[in-house]
Structures are given as structure tokens and as C-alpha cells.
């Protein structure tokens, strides 16, 4: 282990939280057979979770541009995420980590992949919406360099009132 990292595992350990070693985690397609445990996590993470069918649906669209996609850490699927790529924009659907993966910085490494894979398929720009209260994800899309560029009035569901989409979008353009 080099210094910086040994430095990096102290402190973490400090904090109460396990190291993380960013080499482990992979993006792998997502498959069928993967569907229960993608459920599990997604009733643990959305007030509205994404249902079997709306999932079947997206593997099913894979040649009309949907992507699906595990984030596999040491054997275990840990994160799930669904995206378009339609001529040069890509949208993301759908980006979840199972909760007892969250808080570690691992969402940072996952979407990092995610983005360089729609880079791949020939994103420029990527898209999404995001509540308003879910400061995890605006905090996240933030710090990859998202900007915040409107707001959809009651787009969302929720238990009481409906709430308001955050717009966002990032150039990614880099590498290509
Ligand atoms: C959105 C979501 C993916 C963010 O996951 P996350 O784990 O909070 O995000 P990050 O990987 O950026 O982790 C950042 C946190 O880890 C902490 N952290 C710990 N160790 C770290 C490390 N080595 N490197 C970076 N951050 C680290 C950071 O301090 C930060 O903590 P904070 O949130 O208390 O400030 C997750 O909340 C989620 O799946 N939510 C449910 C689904 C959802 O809402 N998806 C978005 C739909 S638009």
C-alpha cells in the first residue's frame, strides 16, 4: 500500500468507515437474472421504485439505445444504473447504490465509469432529472461537474405532494 493510500485508510478508519480500494469495482451488462436483487435495492433506495416490467422493458430496448448496467464490487452487485444513448446525447434513468454501499465515495467511482462508458457510444452530453430533496444525488452530479439547469414543476410523485425535477447536464466530451 502506497503512503497516500495508507494515509487514506487511516483517516477512513478514523471516521467509522471502511477503506475503499477503487480497483475492485467493474460495470458488467445487466441480465435478467439479476432482476431480484435490482428490485430489492431499488425498494430500499426510491420513494417510487422502478417496477419488474419498466426493467424488462429497458434490457428488452437494448438495440433501440437503452443501456443497462451492474456495478460489481468483489463478486457482488452492489449498484444498478439504466441510460439512453441516442445520436450524440446520452440520459440517465436510473442510478442507484444498495444503501449499505452508499457514503463511501463509491457513487463517485460508478458514475465516472458510467459517463466514460456513454462517452464510448458517442455521448457528448449527458442529461438527467433529480429530485429536489435528494441532496446524495445533487451532491454527487455536483461534484462531477453537472450544472443545474432548470426545474420541472411537480414532475415527481411522492408520498404527499409532487415535487419538482432538478435538470441537469454535463458535457463529456473529453477524450473524444
Ligand atoms: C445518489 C447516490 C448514488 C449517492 O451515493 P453516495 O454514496 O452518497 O455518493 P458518493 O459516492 O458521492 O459518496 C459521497 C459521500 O461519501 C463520503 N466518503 C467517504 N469516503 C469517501 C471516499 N474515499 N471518497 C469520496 N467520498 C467518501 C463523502 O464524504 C460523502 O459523504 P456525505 O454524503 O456525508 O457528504 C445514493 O444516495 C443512491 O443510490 N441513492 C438512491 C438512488 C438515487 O436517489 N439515485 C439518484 C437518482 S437521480
Known amino acids: 500500500m502506497a503512503a497516500g493510500d495508507a494515509e487514506l485508510a487511516r483517516s477512513q478508519i ?3 468507515r471502511p477503506a475503499l480500494n477503487t480497483s ?3 460495470l458488467r451488462r445487466l441480465s435478467s437474472a439479476d432482476l431480484l436483487a435490482v428490485l430489492e435495492t431499488e425498494a430500499a433506495c426510491y420513494p417510487n421504485p422502478w417496477s419488474r416490467k419498466t426493467f424488462e422493458d429497458c434490457l428488452a430496448a437494448e438495440a433501440k439505445g437503452h443501456h443497462c448496467y451492474a456495478l460489481m ?3 457482488a452487485m452492489v449498484g444498478h444504473c439504466v441510460f439512453t444513448v441516442i445520436a450524440n446525447e446520452a440520459e440517465l434513468l ?3 447504490l444498495a444503501p449499505a454501499h452508499q457514503g463511501r465515495g463509491l457513487a463517485r467511482e460508478f458514475l465516472a465509469q458510467v459517463l466514460a462508458e456513454m462517452n464510448e457510444r458517442g455521448s457528448e452530453r449527458v442529461f ?3 429530485r429536489e430533496s435528494n441532496a446524495p444525488a445533487r451532491r454527487l452530479y455536483g461534484f462531477a461537474g453537472f450544472s443545474e439547469d432548470g426545474v420541472r414543476r411537480g414532475y415527481y410523485a411522492g408520498p404527499g405532494e409532487r415535487e419538482d425535477a432538478i435538470l441537469m447536464s454535463l458535457n463529456i466530451t473529453q477524450g473524444r
Do not use: K
Open 24 to 26: 475492485r469495482q467493474a
Open 73 to 75: 464490487c468483489s463478486e
Open 128 to 130: 438527467l432529472e433529480v
Open 94 to 96: 436510473n442510478f442507484c
Open 14 to 16: 478514523i471516521l467509522g
